[in-house]
């Protein structure tokens, strides 16, 4: 059990540039997983990432993660967070919060008067929070996550 807090730098939290949007071509098609339907090859309309994933432009964030704590939320080290600072936090979250000395990723659990953050990778402890004592800062709820695919792997 790995008793430690990934914690993400603060130069690798970016609060969003409206100012730099480009239209991307949207298939307006559900992608298979199986066989390509190739009558379903067309572009309905230009879309960009902004408008899909950030719905209040000035209060929301990029953080680039750190760590493996997370990986059973598909977030990587290097996924891109988008974090909606708009939110009231709820239990069963997955946000991004200051914990004493730093910016982590988890998900927020309310077991009053304490918080638990607990990891989606089972080889971390989870942490116990108490409010009153401990200096906790919530930046927004994870809305979005943005990760390249994993690198081909299986074996010949």
Known sequence: MIETIDFIPPEDIFLVDPTRRKDI????IAVSAGFANPADNYIRERL???????PHIDCT??????????????IFPGSILVVDSTRPI????????WVNEGWCVKRYIDKNPMIMLESSNEKYAPIYLHPDRDKISVLGEV??????????????
């Open 143 to 156: 809305t979005y996550i943005v990760s390249k695919p994993p690198r081909y792997g299986r074996p010949r």
């Open 48 to 54: 960009n990432l902004q408008d899909l994933c950030v």
């Open 25 to 28: 071509p949207y298939f307006d």
């Open 61 to 74: 964030y990029f953080v680039r993660a750190k760590g493996e704590s997370m990986l059973g939320d598909y």
């Open 90 to 97: 709820e239990t069963g979250m997955v946000i991004v919060i």
